[in-house]
């Protein structure tokens, strides 16, 4: 098929808005049934039958590209805006009405516009909304350019109530997002379908107009039509949601690494203490009775991470600190007692008003992306990497509000949805960790957790390689629920044995212990001995000998782990980072071999001491750092002859105490009295 524009001179211009310009008849001639695209199209002048002159040849647009020539001359040099205006309307106009379907032809009149709009920016509020609705016919098929988009983000900002907001950019916003293929080429599109969407939150209905935008935006049906709207939208959420914490990021004071932020005590933590810590190694003779006083010799070493610097004195004979593991069934190092990576405390992060408010709007949108069965898959994909800034995971409002998503995924029985909880590779966090008791974001009494890890076991992932996983990260928030009862970790706990999981024989002892604490884990343990019998021949060698309660256990849990079975071959109990008060120490008396005991930043007070100090005179190593304890309590740890080694940085320590203990505790070698009155 081809197109011919005939050009006749001397005739009367029958198209006299195209051919007024250039005194030429254009008569547009199709052959076919339908006018082509233009780029096929042929300008041809032939051979007029029984004529000797030939025609002239012009290019395709030449017409209207002379047309717009003019318009651009005239309004460069505006003069009043009312002929402005008319001039716009005028070449809008033409634009709509030209049988050349060049882009050109359709986005020169809005690059003309947004250049107006630059150099002139004096313009009323009136003039704005009166040049945005004369362009709106242009709008309907075109992006805006980028600096038309600015303008337009700029009135959003200044007027969201405007009535051009709704009735003239939700046709532009809703062509973005259904057409749009690549926000990283033209940005200035997602910053203004960004602020458009702010801007319907700032109408009276607030929320509920924003909703009914995302709901139009899916589609009457179950399966949405448009299959770009869902990334463009998760785009403008991640790029509104970072926005907001742009100070933060920008602040190196406030900008944490993810490792400050990962989940709890069970994880090592780089993040540098607001007070330095001096952790003391004792020589060896502390710990294995083997060497004597004379043969150890001291010296400093520097333990160096990326961001702390961790002084710890020991013996040129003492083992490599932290080399216990949990394979490992050697003697236990007393740097494993003292040196325990604590819980990270939540950053202080307060948003401003507006920020605030843009956080809220855009986490409440990924909770509705989030009810639409068919969006669910691709939502958790695109979210599976946790897109998110390490300053967003740290604030609390954030994580709480966007639990409702990552419950979504979780219950989605769809194993496309719910395994995008795990982490993208090995190494890295993942939902499912960030949401573990002790994470940075759990704000529950691990329920989230548990369904998560319920859901995972129910699929494929009722693996090894998922319970090697687990009893590396996450044994400690697995032993808590297990303790209070939850019959998924129950479960896990068994499986972990059956599939002999954990090769360390007092963190089995302790698995036993935590199974046998309750009424479910107990039948499920016996059933699990009927059929591997070596496991009760273990528990009849008697308990553990080193314990480590997980973050966030609390006196009750004590209560009920220590309840349930032998102990009396405890001589290591590390109660670090728990909730722990000196209530419990009533069940630590019961504990006739202990003889280290890690109490670090607990609210283990006086009373417990004072307890302590009349039942467990055997105690070797005590860590009180960071506790609540005064003199009151601390004189009476003059009793227990047999401490060697006594941590009490940052407590309530004074002088006069400090140098009583010393002459009343003749075996104490290693003390810390740092950030104290003694110091």
Not at 122 to 140: G, K, S, W, Y
Not at 539 to 557: C, V
């Amino acid at each position: 098929m081809k197109e011919f524009i005939h050009l006749e001179r001397g005739s009367p211009a029958s198209w006299d808005r195209e051919g007024a310009g250039l005194g030429w008849d254009l008569r547009l001639q199709r052959e076919g049934p339908c006018f082509h695209d233009v780029r096929e199209a042929e300008l041809t002048l032939p051979q007029v039958q029984g004529g000797s002159s030939p025609w002239l040849q012009l290019p395709i647009s030449a017409c209207g590209k002379k047309k717009i020539y003019k318009y651009k001359k005239v309004l460069s040099n505006p003069s009043r805006w009312e002929v402005v205006l008319k001039e716009i309307r005028t070449l809008v106009d033409m634009a709509l009405t030209s049988p050349l379907q060049d882009d050109s032809i359709n986005q020169a009149p809005l690059e003309i516009v947004s250049k107006l709009l630059s150099e002139n920016t004096n313009l009323t509020t009136q003039e704005h909304e009166n040049i945005i609705v004369a362009i709106a016919p242009l709008l309907e098929n075109n992006h805006p350019p980028p600096d038309l988009c600015e303008f337009f983000c700029k009135h959003c900002r200044e007027r969201p109530r405007s009535m051009v907001v709704i009735e003239v950019f939700t046709p532009v916003v809703q062509r973005i997002l259904k057409h749009n293929m690549d926000f990283g080429k033209c940005p200035r599109l997602r910053l203004f379908t960004q602020e458009y969407i702010l801007a319907l939150n700032e109408l009276n209905a607030g929320m509920e107009v924003v909703k009914k935008f995302i709901q139009s935006m899916h589609g009457p049906t179950g399966h949405c039509p448009h299959p770009r709207v869902l990334p463009n939208l998760v785009a403008v959420c991640l790029a509104a949601i970072y926005s907001c914490y742009e100070e933060f990021i920008n602040s190196r004071d406030n900008s944490p690494s993810l490792k400050e932020i990962r989940n709890g005590c069970q994880q090592p933590c780089d993040r540098k203490p607001t007070l330095p810590l001096r952790l003391l190694h004792p020589s060896p003779d502390l710990v294995s009775q083997e060497a004597t006083l004379s043969e150890a010799r001291l010296k400093s070493v520097v333990v160096a991470s990326s961001e702390i610097h961790v002084e710890v004195e020991h013996t040129s004979t003492a083992k490599p600190a932290l080399t216990a593991s949990a394979g490992n069934d050697s003697e236990p190092n007393l740097i494993d007692c003292l040196m325990v990576s604590p819980a990270c405390s939540t950053m202080s992060i307060e948003l401003g008003p507006q920020a605030d408010r843009t956080l809220g709007c855009y986490v409440e949108i990924l909770k509705l992306l989030s009810d639409y069965d068919d969006w669910r898959p691709s939502l958790a994909s695109l979210l599976q990497p946790i897109p998110f800034p390490k300053e967003a995971l740290a604030h609390e409002k954030f994580t709480k509000e966007l639990k409702y998503v990552i419950q979504r995924f979780a219950e989605d029985p769809r194993q496309e949805v719910h395994s995008c909880l795990l982490s993208v590779r090995a190494g890295k966090d993942g939902w499912f960790q960030l949401y573990s008791p002790g994470g940075v974001a759990c704000d529950d009494d691990g329920e989230l957790f548990a369904s998560m890890v319920h859901i995972l076991m129910g699929s494929c992932y009722k693996t090894k390689k998922f319970l090697l996983s687990l009893a590396e990260n996450k044994l400690g928030p697995c032993m808590l629920l297990a303790l209070r009862g939850n019959q998924t970790m129950v479960e896990i706990l068994c499986l972990m044995l059956e599939y002999n999981i954990i090769d360390n024989n007092d963190t089995q002892l302790q698995i036993i212990s935590t199974l046998e604490s309750t009424g479910v884990g107990k039948r499920m343990y016996e059933q699990l001995c009927d059929r591997q019998r070596e496991l009760k021949e273990l528990q009849r060698k008697g308990g553990p000998t080193r314990l480590t309660l997980p973050s966030k256990s609390t006196d009750a849990d004590l209560a009920r782990l220590l309840s349930s079975g032998s102990f009396g071959n405890l001589e290591n109990l590390s109660l670090a980072f728990t909730n722990v008060t000196s209530a419990c120490a009533e069940h630590l008396i019961k504990l006739p071999s202990l003889k280290q005991l890690n109490l670090w930043s607990t609210q283990f007070g006086d009373a417990g001491l004072r307890l302590l100090s009349e039942h467990l005179t055997m105690l070797q190593v005590l860590n009180l750092c960071e506790t609540p304890v005064t003199d009151a309590g601390l004189l009476a740890l003059s009793s227990m002859k047999s401490l060697c080694s006594l941590n009490m940085n940052s407590t309530k320590l004074s002088a006069d105490t400090y140098e009583d203990l010393k002459a009343k505790l003749p075996n104490l070698k290693e003390v810390d009295v740092r950030y104290t009155e003694a110091w």
